[in-house]
C-alpha cells in the first residue's frame, strides 16, 4: 500500500471534467472571481505526480511509503502575474464601460470607442448592422443582394449611391459573384478608415474604372493623406498640361508611387574591376599535361 499525491495539481486533463485546480484557473482567465486575495496553495505538475506513482509501482521498496510531490508555493495574485506574461493580452480582463445615451449606446475600452449603436427604444425593435454580416456575406456572396442588413444600411445611409454605382460596374466586368465579393472587401475597409474616405475612394476609381477593392483603398488613402499621389503631365509640343481637374480620374498604382518617391541615390555604382583576375587563365608549362 503506498499513497503520493499533492496539492494543487496542474497540468493538461484527460477529460472535460476540469476539477477543482483547474477550474481555478479557468476562473482566472474568464475574470469570474470577484476578489483576488493573496492566499498561497503548493502547486505540481500533474504529470510529475504521474510518474511519482509509475516510479513507486514499480519500485518494491515504495511499499507502504507516502509521496508527496510539490514544485513550490504560488499565491493567486502570482497565479494570476503568471498567467498574463505567459498569455500576454488574452488573459487579461478587458474593463468596457457602457454608456446609454437618449439616442444611442456606447461602448469604451479605456478611451477608444469599440461599438456604437443605435438605441431602439421599441419594443421588440431590431436593428442589423451590415458591417456584422460581412464575413458571412463573404462566404455567400448570393445572399447580400437580398440581405436585411443591407437595406437597412441604404436607409440609415451608410450605404451611398456610390456604393451602388460601384458595385454595378464591378460586377458588370467581373461578374456578379466576384463584383459582389469585391464590394464586400471594400466595406471591410471601413473597420479601419473613414467612412467618408471609403465613399471618396469609390467615387474616383469608378471615374478612373479600377474596380478592384486595392484600388478603392488606394484612392481612400489618397484622400486620408491629403495629397495626390498622380504627377502632373510633362508639357509636349502639340498637347497642353492637364488641368489637376481632369487628372483627378486617374490612379496610381501603389508600386509606382514608391518608385517615383525614392531617395536619390548617392550610393557609387558597383565595379566589376577585382573580378578580371578570374578571368585570366595563366598559360601551362611544357611539362603540365592536357586537362590538369
Known amino acids: ?158 450605404f451611398t449611391p456610390v456604393h451602388e454605382a460601384w458595385w454595378t460596374a464591378a460586377s458588370a466586368a467581373h461578374g456578379e459573384a466576384a463584383g459582389t465579393r469585391a464590394l464586400i472587401e471594400v466595406l471591410l475597409l471601413g473597420r479601419h478608415m473613414e467612412h467618408e474616405h471609403v465613399v471618396a475612394g469609390l467615387a474616383a476609381a469608378h471615374r478612373a474604372g479600377a474596380l478592384t477593392a486595392d484600388a478603392v483603398a488606394l484612392e481612400a488613402r489618397k484622400v486620408a493623406e491629403g495629397e495626390s499621389f498622380t504627377e502632373p503631365a510633362k508639357p509636349t509640343r502639340g498637347r497642353s498640361v492637364q488641368s489637376q481637374e481632369e487628372t483627378d480620374g486617374t490612379v496610381t498604382f501603389l508600386s509606382d508611387w514608391k518608385l517615383s518617391h525614392l531617395a536619390p541615390g548617392t550610393r557609387p555604382l558597383p565595379s566589376v574591376a577585382h573580378y578580371d583576375q578570374l578571368l585570366q587563365r595563366h598559360g601551362r608549362t611544357a611539362g603540365e599535361k592536357e586537362g590538369s
Open 1 to 158: 500500500m503506498l499513497q503520493a499525491s499533492g496539492r494543487g495539481l496542474l497540468g493538461p486533463a484527460l477529460g472535460p471534467d476540469d476539477g477543482t485546480s483547474l477550474a481555478l484557473i479557468a476562473n482566472l482567465l474568464r475574470g469570474k472571481l470577484p476578489l483576488l486575495p493573496c492566499a498561497w496553495a503548493g502547486v505540481v505538475d500533474v504529470r510529475d505526480i504521474a510518474d511519482i506513482h509509475i516510479g513507486a509501482m514499480t519500485n518494491d521498496s515504495a511499499a507502504g511509503q507516502r509521496f508527496l510531490g510539490t514544485a513550490g508555493l504560488m499565491s493567486l495574485p502570482g497565479m494570476a502575474a503568471t498567467l498574463k506574461q505567459g498569455l500576454g493580452v488574452e488573459a487579461r480582463r478587458r474593463q468596457l464601460r457602457v454608456l446609454l445615451h437618449a439616442n444611442d449606446l456606447v461602448v469604451y475600452d479605456g478611451c477608444s470607442v469599440v461599438a456604437h449603436h443605435e438605441w431602439l427604444s421599441g419594443r421588440g425593435e431590431s436593428r442589423l448592422v451590415l458591417d456584422h454580416c460581412l464575413e458571412a456575406l463573404l462566404r455567400k456572396t448570393g445572399a447580400f443582394s437580398g440581405a436585411n442588413a443591407l437595406e437597412q444600411a441604404k436607409a440609415a445611409g451608410k
